[in-house]
C-alpha cells in the first residue's frame, strides 16, 4: 500500500501538484541537499588514493593491512598509486634517514593538492627507538603530518583507525590552520599561482 | 654430510599444455669496438622511490635500448644506525633493536645477536627454549618466504599470489601473537632462551597452521610452476655461476639454487638443528626459476621441521635458571631477597659480559647472517656488527643483470629478496 | 673452528711462508683469532686461500672496530670460511690511528675477495679506514657528503634530548 501511495505522489509532484509544504517535505526526504564543499569534502575522505611508499617494517604491516584480511579497499584507498602525482595521500611507513628525507619531501611536493601524510610508526612520527644521527627525529620535522599512527609497528587495525580518523578529519575540517603555520600550501613543484609561496610571483 | 634432495626442472624443460618447449631468451651481447650514433647509452635512474625495488634501493642502470649494459646500486636510504645505537644499550635492550635490522627476519636477528652473547658468556641454553627458538625461527622463515613469493609475484604481474600468501601470512603472525603478544619484532628471543613460554594449545594451533600451510604452498606451486608467462620470465634469466657467487660471498636460497647444498643448519649446526629430519632443496642452472623453486620448497621443509619440533618438545625451562643472566620468575620476588636484588641489577644495569670477541652465524632466510660482539667487560656491548646476507648478496645484482633485458632485472631483484633494512641496517 | 693445535699449527706454517705477518694467535670461547700485521695482510689472505691445506677460500664478512682508549685503536676483521671442512678462522689486523686529517690505510683485499668491496666500503665509511687498491672507495650508508666516521667510538650518537618535565623548559628545540 505505501508504495502505491508514494506512486500517487509521484505522479502529482510531477503534474505539479504538491505545493509549499508538502513539496518541501517531499524533497526532503528524497533529495539530500549539501554545499558543493562538503560533498567535495566526502567524496574526498572516501576515496583517499595512497602513494607506495613504505620505507620499512611499517611497509610490511602496510602490505597486509592492503591484503584480505584487513581490506582497505572497503574504505576507499583501493589501489596504491606508484606516481605521486595520482595520490592523495602519503602513509610514511618507516624510519625516515637522513639520506632519504630530501626523496620524500619531494615526492611529497609532486603531489597534487589536496594532500594528506600518515606518519605510520613510531618511527616516522618521532624516530621511535632511534635517537641517533642517521635518523630524521620524526617526519614533521620536513613535512607537514595530519595523523600520526604510534606502534612498532602499528596493527593494520591501528593503521585503519588512523585512516578512518584523516577520513573523518577530511571531512569535517580539512584545514586546521597548520598548514598555513608551515607554510605547506604551494609547496608542489609547479605552485598554483593564488596559493601560498607563489602568490607573490608573476605566473602567467 | 648435507642432504641434497629434490632437483628442480633444469635438465628436462618442461612441456606446456600447448606443446611449446620455452626457452631462455636472451640479450644481445655488448658490440666490440666503437659504439654508433644510434647505439648510445642512456643512464636511468630507478630512484628509491620505485613500485617495484623491494624497499628504498637505488639503482643507476645503463640501458642501450632495453639491455642492461651497466648496474650501480645506492644503499644507505634506511640506515638506521642500528649498530652505533647498540653500543649505547645494555645487552637485554639491544635485542629489540638489533630486531628491527632485516625486518622480515625479526627471530633470526635476535637469535643470532643472544647466540653471540651466550658464546661470550658460555651460557647454555636449556633445550625446550632451543626448540621454541627453532620453531618460532623457522615459522618466521616461511613467514619471510611468503612475503617474498607475494611480492615478487606482484612484480612480475601475478597479482593474486600477493593476497593469498598475505592470507597465509597473517595466521602465522597470529601463531606470532599467541605466543608472544606481537605480530613482528616481538622480543621473544632473550639471551639464554625465550621470554616467555607457549600458551595452552598453541602447539595444536601451529600444527594445523602448518598442516594448512603445506596444502597452500602445493596450491602457490600449482598456479606458479608450470605457468608459461612465470616460466618464460625467469627461466634462464640471472644465471651466476657457482664458483662466482662463492667469490661474491652469495649464500642462503642464491647458492643452493646454483647447485652448492651448503645451509648452515646441516654444515655447522647450532640450537639444537640437528635433531630434525628435513632436505635441504637444491638447484641446478642458478636462474630465476630455480631460486623460486628453491625457496617454495624451503617452505615445505620449514613445515616439516616445525611439525617434528613441536611434537618432539621437551619439557623443562624455557630460560636459562642461571639468575645473573635471566630475570626470575616473578612468583619469586616475593618470597626471596636474591631474586629480588638480581632482578634489580639485571633491570636497572643489565649483566656484564666478560671481554672477549665473537661472531656466531646462522642460516637466515636469504642466507648467512652473522653477528659479531665484542664486549669489553661492562653492561653494554662496545661493538655489535651484523653480517647481514642482503648486504652481500646485493653484489650478485651486478653479474645477474648485466647484458639482460631491463625487464630481467626486475626479476633478478624479485628473486634476489633484499631487504633494505638488513642492507642498510 | 680449528681446534687450538690447530690454530697454532695455521700459526706456524703462516709464519714460515710470510715471514713478520702473524703478531699473535688467540683462542678464545671456540674462536680461533689469527692476528696479523697490517703490512702481511694480503700475503696471509693469500696463503690461507690458496694453500691446499688451509683453503679458506670464503670471506664470511669483513668489519671493523674501534677500540678506544685500547691502543691500537681499530681493528679490522676478516672472517674466514672452508666450506667443504666447515671451519672458521678468525682474522685480525690492528691498525693505529696516525690523528685527526689522516685515514688509518690497509690495504683492500678485493682482488682476492670480490665480497670485499661493499664491506669494505661500509669500513671506509663507518670507521674512516682507507682500503688501498679499492676500486671504488666511497660512502655507502651515509649521504656522500657526510662529515665524520659515525661508529667511531669518539663520535657521537646525536639524535635529540628527550624531553622529560625537569628538562622541558630549558632543552632548546629544533627550531632554535
Not at chain 2, 598442516?211 to 606451486?221: A, C, F, H, M, S
Not at chain 2, 630460560?319 to 629480588?340: F, G, Q
Amino acid at each position: 500500500m505505501e508504495i502505491k501511495a508514494r506512486q500517487l505522489r509521484a505522479r502529482d509532484l510531477l503534474k505539479g501538484d504538491l505545493e509549499g509544504v508538502d513539496l518541501d517535505q517531499y524533497v526532503e526526504e528524497r533529495v539530500l541537499t549539501t554545499t558543493l564543499e562538503r560533498a567535495l569534502n566526502w567524496a574526498r575522505s572516501n576515496a583517499l588514493w595512497p602513494a607506495t611508499f613504505g620505507l620499512a617494517c611499517c611497509a610490511i604491516e602496510m602490505m597486509s593491512m592492503v591484503g584480505a584480511r584487513y581490506d582497505t579497499a572497503r574504505f576507499g584507498a583501493e589501489v596504491f598509486r606508484a606516481s605521486p602525482r595520482q595520490a592523495d595521500m602519503l602513509i610514511l611507513s618507516g624510519r625516515v634517514s637522513i639520506k632519504m628525507a630530501p626523496v620524500v619531501r619531494r615526492i611529497y611536493d609532486q603531489m597534487l593538492e589536496p594532500k594528506w601524510v600518515i606518519a605510520m610508526g613510531a618511527c616516522a612520527s618521532s624516530a621511535g627507538v632511534f635517537n641517533n644521527y642517521a635518523l630524521v627525529q620524526g617526519a614533521d620535522k620536513f613535512l607537514p603530518v595530519d595523523v600520526h599512527v604510534p606502534g612498532c609497528p602499528p596493527r593494520p587495525e591501528a593503521l585503519i583507525h588512523g585512516i578512518l580518523k584523516l577520513q573523518r578529519k577530511v571531512q569535517d575540517r580539512p584545514d586546521l590552520g597548520w598548514r598555513t603555520r608551515y607554510e605547506a600550501q604551494g609547496t608542489e613543484e609547479w605552485p598554483h599561482p593564488n596559493v601560498g609561496a607563489a602568490a607573490e610571483t608573476d605566473i602567467a | 654430510m648435507v642432504g641434497v634432495s629434490e632437483r628442480t626442472a633444469g635438465e628436462s624443460v618442461p612441456e606446456l599444455a600447448t606443446g611449446v618447449v620455452t626457452e631462455p631468451v636472451t640479450a644481445p651481447q655488448a658490440p666490440d669496438g666503437d659504439l654508433g650514433p644510434d647505439r648510445e647509452l642512456l643512464t636511468v635512474n630507478f630512484g628509491p622511490h620505485h613500485p617495484a625495488t623491494h624497499g628504498v634501493l637505488r639503482l643507476l642502470v645503463t640501458l642501450e635500448g632495453e639491455v642492461v649494459r651497466d648496474m650501480k646500486p645506492f644503499v644507505g636510504y634506511v640506515h638506521t644506525g642500528i649498530e652505533k645505537s647498540c653500543e649505547d644499550k645494555s645487552y637485554w635492550k639491544v635485542i629489540p633493536l638489533v630486531e628491527r635490522a632485516d625486518y622480515l627476519a625479526y627471530h633470526f636477528n635476535a637469535l643470532v645477536f643472544c647466540m653471540a652473547v651466550e658464546r661470550l658468556l658460555d651460557e647454555p641454553v636449556p633445550p625446550r627454549a632451543q626448540y621454541l627458538r627453532v620453531i618460532h625461527c623457522e615459522l618466521n622463515r616461511i613467514h619471510s618466504h611468503l612475503v617474498w613469493l607475494g611480492t615478487s609475484a606482484m612484480d612480475l604481474g601475478a597479482i593474486s599470489v600477493f593476497w593469498y600468501c598475505f592470507r597465509e601470512r597473517d595466521k602465522v603472525l597470529d601463531a606470532f601473537e599467541a605466543s608472544t603478544g606481537q605480530r613482528m619484532h616481538t622480543r621473544y628471543i632473550q639471551v639464554g632462551g625465550v621470554a616467555e613460554d607457549i600458551p595452552a594449545g598453541w602447539d595444536r594451533r601451529v600444527l594445523e597452521l602448518v598442516d594448512d600451510l603445506e596444502e597452500r604452498v602445493g596450491q602457490y606451486e600449482a598456479m606458479l610452476d608450470r605457468n608459461e608467462i612465470f616460466l618464460r620470465r625467469t627461466k634462464g634469466v640471472g644465471i651466476v655461476d657457482e664458483q662466482r657467487l662463492l667469490e661474491l660471498g652469495v649464500t642462503g636460497p642464491l647458492l643452493r639454487a646454483a647447485g652448492n647444498p651448503f645451509d648452515l643448519r646441516k654444515a655447522a649446526p647450532y640450537c639444537s638443528y640437528e635433531d630434525f629430519d628435513f632436505k635441504i632443496p637444491v638447484g641446478t642452472v642458478g636462474d630465476c626459476y630455480d631460486r623460486y623453486r628453491v625457496r617454495v620448497a624451503e617452505m615445505r621443509e620449514s613445515c616439516r621441521i616445525v611439525r617434528q619440533a613441536i611434537e618432539g618438545l621437551p619439557e623443562g625451562p624455557r630460560i636459562t635458571e642461571n639468575r645473573k643472566v635471566a630475570l626470575p620468575p616473578r612468583h619469586e620476588l616475593a618470597t626471596s631477597m636474591e631474586a629480588l636484588i638480581h632482578h634489580f641489577k639485571l633491570v636497572t644495569e643489565g649483566f656484564r659480559v666478560p671481554p672477549g670477541e665473537a661472531y656466531v652465524a646462522i642460516e637466515g632466510p636469504r642466507g648467512e647472517l652473522g653477528c659479531f660482539v665484542v664486549a669489553d667487560g661492562s653492561a653494554k656491548p662496545a661493538r655489535v656488527h651484523f653480517r647481514d646476507p642482503s648486504f652481500v648478496n646485493l653484489q650478485a645484482l651486478r653479474d645477474m643483470t648485466v647484458d639482460g633485458y631491463v625487464a630481467d632485472m626486475i626479476v633478478n631483484l624479485a628473486m634476489l629478496d633484499p631487504i633494505l633494512g638488513g642492507i642498510d641496517r | 673452528m680449528p681446534d687450538p693445535a690447530g690454530l697454532e699449527l695455521v700459526a706456524h706454517e703462516l709464519r714460515e711462508q710470510v715471514p713478520d705477518a702473524v703478531e699473535d694467535t688467540d683462542y678464545h670461547r671456540d674462536v680461533a683469532t689469527l692476528i696479523i700485521r697490517p703490512a702481511g695482510i694480503l700475503d696471509a689472505l693469500r696463503w690461507l686461500r690458496d694453500e691446499p691445506s688451509q683453503r679458506y677460500h670464503f670471506l664470511a664478512s669483513l668489519h671493523a672496530a674501534d677500540y678506544l682508549p685500547a691502543a691500537p685503536r681499530f681493528g679490522v676483521h676478516y672472517e674466514l670460511l672452508n666450506l667443504e671442512r666447515v671451519e672458521r678462522l678468525h682474522v685480525k689486523a690492528v691498525l693505529d690511528d696516525p690523528g685527526a686529517p689522516a685515514l688509518p690505510e690497509i690495504d683492500s683485499c678485493v682482488d682476492l675477495f670480490p665480497t670485499a668491496e661493499f664491506q669494505e666500503r661500509e669500513a671506509y665509511d663507518m670507521f674512516g679506514i682507507r682500503f688501498r687498491g679499492h676500486p671504488d672507495l666511497r660512502r655507502i650508508l651515509m649521504p656522500d657528503d657526510y662529515e665524520g666516521y659515525p661508529q667511531r667510538r669518539d663520535f657521537p650518537i646525536g639524535g635529540e634530548p628527550v624531553l622529560f618535565t625537569h628538562n622541558e623548559a630549558t632543552t632548546p628545540r629544533w627550531w632554535e
